[in-house]
C-alpha cells in the first residue's frame, strides 16, 4: 500500500469541508446551495407543472427530468463550451434514476417536475454534489418524498480505499477508481453507483461501508440546511 | 402572487408611482458585488440588483491574433438564460434574448475599447490572449441588462492573468498571477424603459410586461457614449431620448460606484 497520506492530508474516510443553504433562487418552487470542497452546485426545482409535448405525460403520476450543467468557467483547465455533450447527457440521466426512487408524484398526474443544475465551480465529485444539492431543493419545494438521498464518492487510491475524491486524487499516477454513490438515509438502499477505473470485489465492498458512513455525513449537512431555511 | 395587469403598472407610472414603492428612476436594493465567486475562472463575480442575481466568469486563452488585427488579442461576451433561473426559460440554446444580452454588453466595452487590445499581443501574427466572459443568470427578476453590464465590467477588473510559460506554450491555469486586465475605460450599459410616457429605470420582471420602449446606453466614465440599443415596439421622439441619455449617463455614474 503506497498511498498512506492523502494529497491533501485528510483521514481516509474524511470528507472535503461541506457548506449548504435552501432556498437561494427566489424564482424557483425550491432551491439549493451546495459545497464540498471547490465543488460549487445550485439547483433549482420548477413543478409540479404541465408537460409539453402532450404525449410525455403519465396519466398515473408525475415525472421528473433532470439537467446537469458545468458553466463555460468551472473547468480546471480552458473554457468549456456551452450548450451540453455526452457527458452531461449521462450524468443527467443517472442523476434522474438516482432521486426517482423517494419521489412519489402520483397525486400530480401528467405533470413534470424540473430540476436543474448549474456547477460554477468544480474539483470532482461533481455529480454526487449536484444529486445532494437537488434532494435539499426537493424538499425545499414540498416535493413528496419517502426518503432522503445522499450522494458522495469514494474510491481506492493505490491500494488505500478513501472516501470523496478530489481532483489530484482521481489522477494520481497509479491504480485508481472512482466510485460515486447515492445511498438513502432509512433504507441504505443505492439509488446511484457507477465506476472508473480498476477495483477488486474486496476492496468495493469495503468502499460501500465507508459509502454508508459518507453520505451520514453528506445527510447531516442536508438536514442541517433544511432546518435553518424553516426555522 | 398577486396577479396586477399592464394597465395598473402603466396608470401608476402616470402617477410617478411603482408597486414596489420605489420612485421611477431608483434601483432596487441591495446593489450586490461579489468577487471571487468560481477559483475555476481568471476572474469571476456575483452581482445582485433586487432579487436579480448574474454571476460572470473570466477565461482566457492564446490564440492565433485576427489577419486584420495581428498584433491585438481579442474578447468575447458570451450570455447563457439558464433554465436553473426563471420557469420561462427552456434547456436548448441560447435564444434571441440571451443573444441580444451578450451582444449589446460586449458592444459597449468592445466599441469603448476598453481594454488596450495591442497589449495583449504576444508575437505579433501568431500569439495573443483572448478573453471570454460568460454570464450565467441565477435568479431572473427583471434588469438583466444592467446587472450583466455591472457583472462584465466587475469581472475585468477583478481577473488576473494565469501562468504563462512563453517557451513551452502552456497556461498553467492552477496559478494565477497578480497581473491585472489592461483595462483603460469603465463603461457601463444602462437601460431606460417607457411606460405611459413616463422614464423608469430598474424594471422587475412584472413592469417587463409593460414597457413600451427601451433604449440602453453604454457609456464611459468621461460620459463618451459606446453602443445604443432601442428595444420595444414604440417609437421614441428625439426629445425622449435626449433625456434618456441624461438619466442613462446619471445613473451609470452612481452603478460605477458602486463597483469602487
Known sequence: ?231 | MIIVNKETIAQLALQDKRLDGRGLTEYRTPIAIETNISKTAEGSVRVQIGQTIILAGLKMAIEKPYNDTPDEGGIMINAELVPLSGPQYEPGPPGKKAVELARVVDRGIREAKAIDMKKLCLVQGEKAWFITIDLVTLNDAGNLLDAAGLAALAVLKEAVFPAYEPHTGVIDYKTKTDQHLPLIKEPLPVTVYKISGQLLVDLTSQEEDAFEARLTVASDEKGILSALQKGGEAPLSIEEIDRIIDLALEKAKFLRGQLK
Do not use: W
Request: with cysteine; hydrophobic share 45%.
Open chain 1, 1 to 231: 500500500m503506497a498511498y498512506k497520506k492523502r494529497v491533501d492530508g485528510r483521514k481516509v474516510d474524511e470528507l472535503r469541508p461541506m457548506e449548504a443553504k435552501a432556498g437561494v433562487i427566489p424564482n424557483a418552487d425550491g432551491s439549493a446551495y451546495f459545497k464540498i470542497g471547490n465543488t460549487v452546485a445550485y439547483a433549482a426545482v420548477y413543478g409540479p407543472r404541465e408537460l409539453y409535448p402532450k404525449f410525455l405525460q403519465n396519466p398515473k403520476t408525475g415525472i421528473i427530468r433532470c439537467f446537469y450543467n458545468m458553466m463555460p468557467f468551472s473547468g480546471s483547465g480552458e473554457r468549456i463550451r456551452p450548450g451540453g455533450n455526452r457527458r452531461s447527457k449521462e450524468i443527467s440521466l443517472v442523476m434522474t434514476n438516482a432521486l426517482a426512487p423517494v419521489i412519489d408524484l402520483s397525486e400530480f398526474p401528467n405533470t413534470v417536475v424540473d430540476i436543474f443544475v448549474e456547477l460554477p465551480q468544480t474539483d470532482a465529485g461533481t455529480r454526487c454534489a449536484a444529486i445532494s444539492a437537488v434532494a435539499i431543493a426537493l424538499a425545499d419545494a414540498g416535493i413528496p418524498m419517502k426518503d432522503m438521498v445522499s450522494s458522495v464518492a469514494v474510491g481506492q487510491v493505490d491500494g488505500t480505499v478513501v472516501a470523496d475524491l478530489n481532483y489530484n486524487e482521481e489522477a494520481y499516477p497509479a491504480i485508481v477508481s472512482d466510485i460515486p454513490v447515492a445511498m438513502l438515509h432509512n433504507s441504505k438502499q443505492v439509488t446511484l453507483l457507477q465506476m472508473d477505473g480498476e477495483i477488486s470485489k474486496k476492496d468495493l465492498l469495503v468502499a460501500l461501508e465507508m459509502a454508508k458512513i459518507a453520505t451520514e455525513q453528506v445527510y447531516a449537512v442536508q438536514m442541517k440546511a433544511l432546518k435553518e431555511r424553516f426555522q
